[in-house]
């Protein structure tokens, strides 16, 4: 089962909008959460990070929300712009049990319209 | 050549034959990993080396058998793969080890097993 789950495979947002991908965890013990990007034809780049202590986390027009409670984190982009559409990984950690393993989910295709 | 790169990009073989995955890092991190994205599903990671040790395996099949024989080189021996184990092969490194340690991914190798 998986542990860190990305239920819509595909998001079209019109430019200029925001868009609002989501992403829901089951681990508890999960204390680190990423937000990966991947064009076509290259590999993943990290994107932004959020703390578990923490529940909002900002960096340009990216922001990352996180509710412990729900076990829900979400990534805002706002302004999208077209060079925004790729897919979007959603990814956690637990740092006590494991030093090395990122559990990834299945991926977000956004789409920005003109 | 900058960051972490992947040769070949794309790999075609039969289930008889042998191959091996090159993936080389120019950020002069420690760790470096395996993943496995097969369509429509996550991330699964295969492999951890941390300065040239393995230090994670995901029960991952005999037929994979990864070598890592400095900390800028990882590869990754094939033989008797199925047509299961189509997917693409992604390589990351990062500085060390460790849950909160950005990932920085080559393009992948896209195989298909005949």
């Known amino acids: 089962d998986q542990q860190v789950k990305q239920n819509s495979p595909s998001l079209s947002v019109q430019e200029g909008r925001i868009s609002i991908l989501n992403c829901d965890y089951t681990?508890?013990?999960?204390?680190?959460f990423l937000w990966y990007k991947k064009y076509p034809a290259e590999g993943p780049t990290f994107l932004i990070s959020?703390?578990?202590?923490?529940d909002k986390n900002e960096d340009g027009r990216f922001t990352v929300f996180l509710n412990k409670s729900a076990k829900h984190l979400s990534l805002h982009i706002v302004p999208s712009q077209p060079g925004d559409s790729a897919v979007y990984f959603c990814?956690?950690?637990?740092?006590?049990?494991?030093?090395?393993?990122?559990?990834f989910g299945s991926g977000t295709r956004l789409s920005i319209r003109p | 050549e900058t960051g972490v790169t992947q040769t070949p990009r794309h790999l075609v073989m039969g289930m008889t034959n042998k191959k091996s995955l090159k993936c080389e890092q120019h950020?002069?991190?420690?760790?470096m990993y395996w993943y496995k994205q097969s369509a429509k599903k996550p991330l699964e990671l295969m492999f951890v080396?941390?300065?040239?040790?393995?230090?994670e395996n995901n029960s991952v099949p005999s037929r994979f058998s990864p070598e890592c024989p400095n900390s800028s080189h990882l590869f990754l021996h094939l033989h008797t793969l199925q047509p299961e184990d189509s997917a693409l092969y992604l390589c990351?490194?990062?500085?060390?080890?460790?849950?909160?340690?950005?990932?920085?991914f080559g393009p992948g190798t896209r195989l298909l097993v005949l």
């Open positions: 950020l002069g991190h420690n760790a």
């Open positions: 959020i703390s578990s202590i923490k």
């Open positions: 990351a490194s990062s500085q060390d080890v460790g849950p909160r340690e950005t990932q920085y």
């Open positions: 080396y941390s300065l040239e040790e393995r230090v």
């Open positions: 990814a956690a950690s637990d740092g006590y049990s494991s030093a090395s393993k990122i559990i």
């Open positions: 681990n508890s013990m999960f204390d680190y």
